[in-house]
Antibody, heavy 120, light 110 residues
Framework: QLQLQESGPGLVKPSETLSLTCTVS?????????WGWIRQPPGKGLEWIGT???????FYNPSLKSRVTISVDTSKNQFSLKLTSVTAADTAVYYC?????????????WGQGTLVTVSS | QSALTQPPSASGSPGQSVTISCTGT?????????VSWYQQHPGKAPKLMIY???KRPSGVPDRFSGSKSGNTASLTVSGLQAEDEADYYC??????????FGGGTKLTVL
């Protein structure tokens, strides 16, 4: 059974960089699927952040594009998120997901989510 | 990129049917049959319920169905059960490798 697990600091200071890693187990990241990040501010809805292929083909939400980088480490079966210059508005639960990208688009596997709080 | 429009809340009694709408534009919902729906219980990760407008993943009860007309997609839950009480989110492809979610609908089983 495929599993995704987010890891990283739960507290980040304003203006600093948020860094999270998603570890994929029970399957290979080189499987032809795409991998992504979605976030949810407390009490609010879901927001797509970005998507990557195992080969590093990346797509970002236009509203976050200038601050986001998603990268893949196939040797560790992991992919990562970096979000720079964070503010309180970036406080959210961050989910890593597997995204179907071959002839269809949907998110079929989700990590449990990790809360990142931006505060000094 | 604007969020798709969903009603904030919906409700129904056990056994009844309820429909949740998801309104976009001719650039997203109206342009592509790549609408998916997610169910989220409190404190849990979302779960895929419907993809490609009306297809159900394995394991999702057939009480859940999806449809689309023009720029509006809909999720219908028939034979409501207590465990269906959750938040529901729609998602659509909007071209140029961008995807957008709806604001979410809280479904209450009365």
């Amino acid at each position: 059974q495929l599993q995704l697990q987010e890891s990283g600091p739960g507290l980040v200071k304003p203006s600093e960089t948020l860094s999270l890693t998603c570890t994929v187990s029970g399957g290979s990241i080189n499987s032809g699927y795409y991998w992504g990040w979605i976030r949810q501010p407390p009490g609010k809805g879901l927001e797509w952040i970005g998507t990557t292929s195992y080969g590093g083909n990346t797509f970002y939400n236009p509203s976050l594009k200038s601050r986001v980088t998603i990268s893949v480490d196939t040797s560790k079966n992991q992919f990562s998120l970096k979000l720079t210059s964070v503010t309180a508005a970036d406080t959210a639960v961050y989910y890593c997901v597997r995204q179907e990208y071959s002839g269809s688009y949907f998110y079929d596997y989700w990590g449990q989510g990790t809360l990142v709080t931006v505060s000094s | 990129q604007s969020a798709l429009t969903q009603p904030p809340s919906a409700s129904g009694s056990p056994g009844q049917s309820v429909t949740i709408s998801c309104t976009g534009t001719s650039s997203d919902v109206g342009a592509y049959n790549y609408v998916s729906w997610y169910q989220q219980h409190p404190g849990k990760a979302p779960k895929l319920m419907i993809y490609e407008v009306s297809k159900r993943p394995s394991g999702v009860p057939d009480r859940f169905s999806g449809s689309k007309s023009g720029n509006t997609a809909s999720l219908t839950v028939s034979g409501l059960q207590a465990e269906d009480e959750a938040d529901y989110y729609c998602n659509s492809y909007e071209g140029s490798n961008n995807w957008v979610f709806g604001g979410g609908t809280k479904l209450t089983v009365l």
